[in-house]
């Protein structure tokens, strides 16, 4: 990892490139508010206890794209139109809509725009120590694994695209992850299954 970039440099641009997301999508986000209280009874934000940087515990927020039923969480992702899904929720969760909250776990520091996605303490029981060293680097609000097939990978190989990551963070490798996830959300996950992005030295 460069140490410029790792000692503060990326912690600056995570600050700077969320403000600006948060001017430029707030019309969007209002939306996505009004949309969500009109069909369905429940709390705006969804939060669930997530696997933070060195195993500390945080609040991760998203926007409620479920029914507010009590369910069980699992292990297994939620894929399109799973039941408990809502009309207006599987359209906030095919463009990434629900996950723009999470903009606020990155001021905080509680994510970095670019990481090891947050997996619930559950999914831990599953990994290998080696699997664990991504908890190494702070999560991230995208990361490796989401640009290169994400939902459709098995965990282990999405694992792998983690410790890949974490072994060549550097500006450049973030910026290829920023801009293949607006790819993403405008075309879709499944596109990058076979295409997906190794960083060798």
Same mark, same amino acid.
């Given at each position: 990892?460069?140490?410029?970039?790792?000692?503060?440099?990326?912690?600056?641009?995570?600050?700077? +490139?969320?403000?600006?997301?948060?001017?430029?999508?707030?019309?969007?986000?209002?939306?996505?508010?009004?949309?969500?209280?009109?069909?369905?009874?429940?709390?705006?934000?969804?939060?669930?206890?997530?696997?933070?940087?060195?195993?500390?515990?945080?609040?991760?927020?998203?926007?409620?794209?479920?029914?507010?039923?009590?369910?069980?969480?699992?292990?297994?992702?939620?894929?399109?139109?799973?039941?408990?899904?809502?009309?207006?929720?599987?359209?906030?969760?095919?463009?990434? +809509?629900?996950?723009?909250?999470?903009?606020?776990?990155?001021?905080?520091?509680?994510?970095?725009?670019?990481?090891?996605?947050?997996?619930?303490?559950?999914?831990?029981?599953?990994?290998?120590?080696?699997?664990?060293?991504?908890?190494?680097?702070?999560?991230?609000?995208?990361?490796?694994?989401?640009?290169?097939?994400?939902?459709?990978?098995?965990?282990?190989?999405?694992?792998?695209?983690?410790?890949?990551?974490?072994?060549?963070?550097?500006?450049?490798?973030?910026?290829? +992850?920023?801009?293949?996830?607006?790819?993403?959300?405008?075309?879709?996950?499944?596109?990058?299954?076979?295409?997906?992005?190794?960083?060798?030295?």
């Amino acid at each position: 990892m460069s140490s410029i970039y790792s000692n503060g440099g990326k912690r600056f641009l995570d600050v700077c +490139i969320s403000c600006i997301v948060i001017l430029i999508l707030l019309p969007i986000l209002l939306l996505a508010v009004i949309g969500i209280k009109l069909e369905s009874k429940g709390p705006i934000l969804y939060k669930q206890k997530r696997v933070g940087k060195d195993f500390t515990p945080f609040q991760i927020l998203k926007l409620r794209s479920m029914t507010n039923e009590p369910r069980e969480v699992g292990k297994s992702p939620i894929i399109g139109k799973s039941q408990g899904v809502t009309v207006f929720g599987y359209y906030l969760r095919r463009f990434k +809509i629900d996950e723009l909250p999470q903009i606020i776990n990155v001021l905080k520091g509680d994510l970095s725009l670019v990481g090891p996605r947050p997996s619930i303490f559950e999914q831990l029981e599953d990994m290998t120590p080696e699997e664990k060293t991504r908890y190494s680097v702070r999560p991230g609000l995208t990361g490796l694994a989401q640009v290169s097939g994400n939902i459709y990978l098995p965990w282990k190989e999405r694992y792998k695209k983690d410790l890949n990551y974490i072994e060549h963070v550097s500006f450049k490798n973030d910026m290829i +992850i920023l801009l293949r996830t607006i790819m993403v959300i405008i075309i879709g996950e499944r596109r990058f299954v076979n295409r997906p992005i190794t960083f060798k030295k």
